[in-house]
């Protein structure tokens, strides 16, 4: 992960609805959830939320499967995983301020 993937993917989450969407899919785990159950969790119009389904896959933060005519949505793990190691990589390590011109 770079911090221009990193950028992409935290723009992806600051909407309220797509992180609202992202935090459910987490919650349903590896069975995932298609586009009707997702809006019936979160009354968002089907119409709107294939909008930020597809912003959160363009991302890579989810991932989406076809079962017959349904399109089953996943979270992305590897990707969540990959932006908070991202995030957390140099905690604590410190930070020395830059040198003043004299």
Known sequence: MNEKTAA???SALGHEARLSVYRLLVRAGDGGLNV?????HLTIPASTLA????ALVEVGLVRQQRHGREIRNHANYDAMTDLVDFLTRECCVGVT???TAP
Do not use: C
């Open 8 to 10: 992409k993917s935290l």
């Open 51 to 54: 909008h930020h389904l597809s």
């Open 36 to 40: 009707g159950e997702i809006g019936q």
């Open 97 to 99: 301020a830059p040198a």
